[in-house]
């Protein structure tokens, strides 16, 4: 959420860093509302100030002996009483005005870094480095994932639909053990980098999504429970940063790294004909998620660590990336700034996303009321929240069985994994 306080003092400023974003937002509105609630709160202020006065006034008078039914104390009540009223009036006034600011505002997205590249869509991206073209594929016959993990047996798609619908699968024998064993090693590789393993819910009440941003925005591509107050967790970024809502945190407490694996939900509305196949955009998907709290001064920094270590899954597995520095136009709804990896499908030609890492400055923060206080000094501030994957586990998946097929049709398997798979090199049918 935005600081109400820098739209009133910086219209404009705030005006251009959303236009950046490609979008028509119009503060003026807000801007409009807020002066409002402030000259009622400012009236409200007078009359509440007059009321009290009265009352001290009648208290005084009637103790040093004026009689209570005298017509200077009735007048003082007649007074008084009227006072009454007017509060009674305002205060809904206030409400509502305080509720409209807060439905705006809940619409409107972080505004992009300073260090974030300007620019209209995904076209306009930066990309930044690339990794491991040592260990691009020399199989020149490479076949989709989709296509020899049906063939080795390990994606069930067709049994999937029959279960539940299209965009699903069942993981099969060695297709659900290397599955498992991905989402081993990363919270492994994770732990070993100082991240605290959770296993949280995985149903998310709506004042957590509303504090991550998820909603009321992308409503429509979340899962809901028809009976309950209950969603089912897209990332498992909703309820790592939910663990903290309305609490105030020392400076001891920072920073906190967390990191858990959850299966994730999303419709993906208006995703209808991309990637119709296979593992890359299904409506469950396993994830190990990284998420971190830290104090406003170091949350870049802590961005480019957290890069790092979701960087260091696919070194390890030695697949092939590329990292993207996206612009404003491609940020997503609560990033300030965003880098996303990219790992080498080879049987398109393509790299494709398998990981989003961003910093969202105070913005969950303050839609969650997260905030730390430092010692020896008043008031609190809110914290910076980060998250990013570390990695999505089927689109994991998907690059392994790209880049470790073999010409005979078999699995190579990464070396990291082979221990959590009984030391085995090869998977077969």
Same mark, same amino acid.
């Given at each position: 959420?935005?600081?109400?306080?820098?739209?009133?003092?910086?219209?404009?400023?705030?005006?251009?860093?959303?236009?950046?974003?490609?979008?028509?937002?119009?503060?003026?509105?807000?801007?409009?509302?807020?002066?409002?609630?402030?000259?009622?709160?400012?009236?409200?202020?007078?009359?509440?100030?007059?009321?009290?006065?009265?009352?001290?006034? =009648?208290?005084?008078?009637?103790?040093?002996?004026?009689?209570?039914?005298?017509?200077?104390?009735?007048?003082?009540?007649?007074?008084?009483?009227?006072?009454?009223?007017?509060?009674?009036?305002?205060?809904?006034?206030?409400?509502?005005?305080?509720?409209?600011?807060?439905?705006?505002?809940?619409?409107? +997205?972080?505004?992009?870094?300073?260090?974030? !590249?300007?620019?209209?869509?995904?076209?306009?991206?930066?990309?930044?480095?690339? #990794?491991?073209?040592?260990?691009?594929?020399?199989?020149?016959?490479?076949? +989709?994932?989709?296509?020899?993990?049906?063939?080795?047996?390990?994606?069930?798609?067709?049994?999937?639909?029959?279960?539940?619908?299209?965009?699903?699968?069942?993981?099969?024998?060695?297709?659900? &053990?290397?599955? /498992?064993?991905?989402?081993?090693?990363?919270?492994?590789?994770?732990?070993?980098?100082?991240?605290?393993?959770?296993?949280?819910?995985?149903?998310?009440?709506?004042?957590?999504?509303?504090?991550?941003?998820?909603?009321?925005?992308?409503?429509?591509?979340?899962?809901?429970?028809?009976?309950?107050?209950? #969603?089912?967790? +897209?990332?498992?970024?909703? !309820?790592?940063?939910?663990?903290?809502?309305?609490?105030?945190?020392?400076?001891?407490?920072?920073?906190?790294?967390?990191?858990?694996?959850? !299966?994730?939900?999303?419709?993906?509305?208006?995703?209808?004909? /991309?990637?119709?196949?296979?593992?890359?955009?299904?409506?469950?998907?396993?994830?190990?998620?990284? =998420?971190?709290?830290?104090?406003?001064?170091?949350?870049?920094?802590?961005?480019?660590?957290?890069?790092?270590?979701?960087?260091?899954?696919?070194?390890?597995?030695?697949?092939?990336?590329?990292?993207?520095?996206?612009? &404003?136009?491609?940020?997503?709804?609560?990033?300030?700034?965003?880098?996303?990896?990219?790992? #080498?499908? !080879?049987?398109?030609?393509?790299?494709?996303?398998?990981?989003?890492?961003?910093?969202?400055?105070?913005?969950?923060?303050?839609?969650?009321?997260?905030?730390?206080?430092?010692?020896?000094?008043?008031?609190?501030?809110? =914290?910076?929240?980060?998250?990013?994957?570390?990695?999505?586990?089927?689109?994991?998946?998907?690059?392994?069985?790209?880049?470790?097929?073999?010409?005979?049709?078999?699995?190579? =398997?990464?070396?990291?994994?082979?221990?959590?798979?009984?030391?085995?090199?090869?998977?077969?049918?």
């Amino acid at each position: 959420m935005l600081d109400i306080k820098q739209i009133r003092e910086n219209p404009q400023l705030i005006q251009e860093k959303l236009k950046n974003r490609g979008d028509n937002y119009d503060i003026q509105p807000i801007v409009d509302l807020n002066q409002r609630q402030r000259q009622l709160e400012t009236t409200r202020s007078q009359l509440q100030a007059r009321s009290n006065e009265i009352g001290k006034l =009648v208290g005084q008078k009637i103790k040093s002996g004026v009689n209570a039914q005298d017509t200077e104390i009735q007048d003082l009540r007649k007074e008084g009483n009227s006072l009454k009223a007017q509060l009674s009036e305002l205060e809904p006034q206030e409400k509502e005005i305080k509720a409209e600011i807060e439905q705006i505002l809940l619409a409107l +997205p972080n505004l992009p870094s300073e260090s974030t !590249p300007i620019g209209h869509n995904e076209e306009d991206n930066v990309e930044v480095r690339r #990794w491991g073209d040592q260990y691009l594929p020399q199989n020149q016959n490479i076949i +989709p994932h989709w296509e020899i993990g049906e063939k080795l047996g390990f994606l069930n798609f067709e049994r999937a639909v029959k279960v539940a619908q299209s965009r699903f699968v069942a993981l099969i024998g060695a297709g659900a &053990t290397l599955e /498992r064993a991905l989402i081993q090693f990363m919270l492994n590789t994770q732990v070993a980098a100082g991240y605290v393993e959770v296993v949280p819910p995985f149903l998310v009440n709506t004042e957590s999504m509303t504090a991550t941003g998820q909603l009321p925005k992308f409503a429509e591509e979340s899962f809901k429970c028809a009976d309950d107050d209950l #969603w089912l967790t +897209p990332t498992a970024e909703v !309820p790592l940063t939910n663990l903290y809502r309305d609490e105030i945190l020392s400076t001891e407490d920072l920073p906190i790294y967390h990191c858990a694996y959850s !299966p994730c939900f999303r419709r993906e509305a208006g995703s209808y004909g /991309r990637d119709m196949r296979g593992l890359i955009r299904l409506h469950q998907f396993n994830k190990v998620e990284l =998420v971190k709290l830290v104090s406003p001064e170091t949350s870049f920094d802590e961005l480019e660590k957290l890069l790092k270590d979701a960087e260091s899954i696919l070194q390890a597995l030695q697949l092939p990336y590329r990292v993207i520095e996206l612009c &404003t136009g491609d940020l997503g709804f609560s990033a300030t700034k965003t880098y996303d990896i990219e790992v #080498w499908l !080879p049987s398109s030609g393509k790299y494709r996303e398998i990981s989003s890492c961003s910093n969202c400055g105070d913005f969950q923060a303050r839609r969650g009321n997260i905030r730390f206080k430092e010692a020896g000094k008043k008031g609190t501030q809110f =914290v910076h929240t980060l998250n990013g994957s570390g990695l999505a586990v089927g689109r994991t998946m998907a690059a392994i069985l790209e880049n470790y097929q073999q010409p005979d049709g078999t699995l190579h =398997v990464p070396q990291v994994l082979q221990p959590y798979l009984g030391g085995k090199e090869i998977l077969e049918v």
